[in-house]
């Protein structure tokens, strides 16, 4: 599979929106999904979207975030609004056939899901 590869990151001040994109080619069958770790913590879900169009959000997310695919499934974005410094972590992009640990806004088992290289977010 290609490499999943995110962009986006950066610094921004509190309450600043930015957008994260996630170039996805061949994962239009996929789960995808953002998740973030900031440093010392473990690896968290921020989003989902299945290949049906369902989408979940973790709950220190939710109405601030959208998570979105273009038209041919090969972008994904994570749009991040009223950012605060808690949101600082790396994003990190996945793919799951079947999401099968996505959906439940769990990170799948190492081997079992792709993975992006991270983008950094600092809100300051």
């Known amino acids: 599979h290609v490499q999943l590869v995110e962009s986006g990151g950066g610094s921004v001040q509190a309450g600043g929106p930015l957008r994260l994109s996630c170039a996805a080619p061949g994962y239009d069958m996929y789960c995808l999904g953002w998740f973030r770790q900031a440093p010392g913590k473990e690896r968290e879900a921020v989003a989902i979207?299945?290949?049906?169009?369902?989408?979940k959000y973790s709950d220190s997310v939710k109405g601030r975030f959208t998570i979105s695919q273009d038209s041919a499934k090969t972008t994904l974005y994570l749009q991040m609004n009223a950012l605060k410094p808690e949101d600082t972590a790396m994003y990190y992009c996945v793919a799951e056939r079947f999401g099968r640990f996505l959906y439940r806004l769990s990170a799948p088992p190492a081997g079992s899901a792709f993975w992006g290289q991270g983008t950094q977010v600092t809100v300051s």
């Open positions: 979207i299945d290949t049906d169009g369902s989408i």
